[in-house]
């Protein structure tokens, strides 16, 4: 199992681009994540996800938008890049089961610099 | 308003002696309670956890201590090894929720 697979590793993006980070994960897990987490910071959730098909904000959400239509994959769009979206972005995945730990599973993150 | 906190943002130890990393939370609500492990360039893995209805889970070299009443946990790592060296995230969970929140995290240093 490759877990937690995100692209690209790094990106720069000019201040108004927009872009999709991807995320798949191959654990069939049915709840997926996105954090950023700035310099010296937590890790603050963006966005999440149930199951296919549903999705809800997080604690961050603003000028950002998900979707997902697969169990596996759950990409994050960024429109109109703004230097305040320069972070280290990270996708996330569990899998909802009584006993369990609720433990998340991570990929290797996304380094973003909007300049 | 942060509802898990780590105050300490770094720890140095040397090896072979115990490392004790702390979290305090606010949130009487949270019910279960992780610990994650993080490499520079890489994405956090998960070490420990303890539901809100324990006050101790041990896991090898790691143990994982909750005071409720203090709205404290610990995480003791006996002996220390340098492979050890990260930043460890306290997190928490919600009941009801797959949702977690997170602390800023403690640098721990291990030295040789």
């Known amino acids: 199992n490759a877990g937690v697979t995100q692209t690209p590793k790094f990106r720069i993006l000019k201040i108004g681009q927009s872009m999709t980070l991807q995320c798949t994960q191959d654990?069939?897990?049915?709840?997926m994540y996105w954090y950023r987490q700035d310099p010296g910071m937590g890790l603050k959730l963006i966005y999440y996800?149930?199951?296919?098909?549903?999705?809800d904000k997080g604690e961050v959400p603003n000028g950002y938008n998900v979707s997902r239509s697969t169990t596996e994959d759950f990409p994050l769009r960024l429109e109109l890049a703004a230097p305040s979206q320069t972070s280290v972005y990270f996708c996330?995945?569990?899998?909802?089961?009584?006993?369990?730990?609720?433990?998340?599973?991570f990929g290797p993150g996304t380094r973003l610099t909007v300049t | 308003d942060q509802q898990v906190k780590q105050n300490s943002p770094s720890l140095s130890v040397q090896e072979g002696r115990i490392s004790i990393l702390n979290c305090d939370y606010t949130?009487?609500?949270?019910?279960?309670f992780l610990w994650y492990k993080k490499y520079p360039a890489e994405g956090p893995t998960f070490l420990i956890s303890?539901?809100?209805?324990?006050d101790k889970n041990e896991d090898g070299r790691f143990t994982v201590f909750l005071n409720k009443s203090a709205k404290h946990l610990s995480l003791h790592i006996v002996p220390s090894q340098p492979g050890d060296s990260a930043v460890y995230f306290c997190?928490?969970?919600?009941?009801?929720?797959?949702?977690?929140?997170f602390g800023t995290g403690t640098k721990l240093q291990v030295i040789p």
């Open positions: 996330a995945s569990s899998y909802s089961r009584q006993g369990s730990s609720y433990e998340q599973y």
């Open positions: 654990m069939n897990h049915n709840y």
């Open positions: 996800s149930v199951g296919a098909g549903i999705t």
């Open positions: 949130n009487s609500m949270f019910d279960y």
């Open positions: 303890i539901s809100s209805i324990k």
């Open positions: 997190a928490a969970r919600s009941g009801g929720y797959q949702k977690v929140t």
